[in-house]
């Protein structure tokens, strides 16, 4: 693949700043999963019973009950 300098020289800073300093591979696997789920959560908000769907089983997953046994 082949990206411009400062193309590579953001990915880098972003990593290193903003990523805890992962590495360039797995900075840009992060922003492409950043930018699969913002297009994801976009066609979400454009039908509304979808959301309400997505809303309501949310809802019913943050209810569940999770106790964690202390061994």
Known sequence: MR???PTRDELARVAE???GGVSLDEALQIVLFEHKTA???TRLAAD???LDDYRAEAG???DVDVEVAEW
């Open 3 to 5: 990206v411009s300098v």
């Open 17 to 19: 700043d903003e990523l």
């Open 39 to 41: 297009t994801a959560l």
């Open 60 to 62: 019913e997953l943050a």
């Open 48 to 50: 509304p019973q979808a």
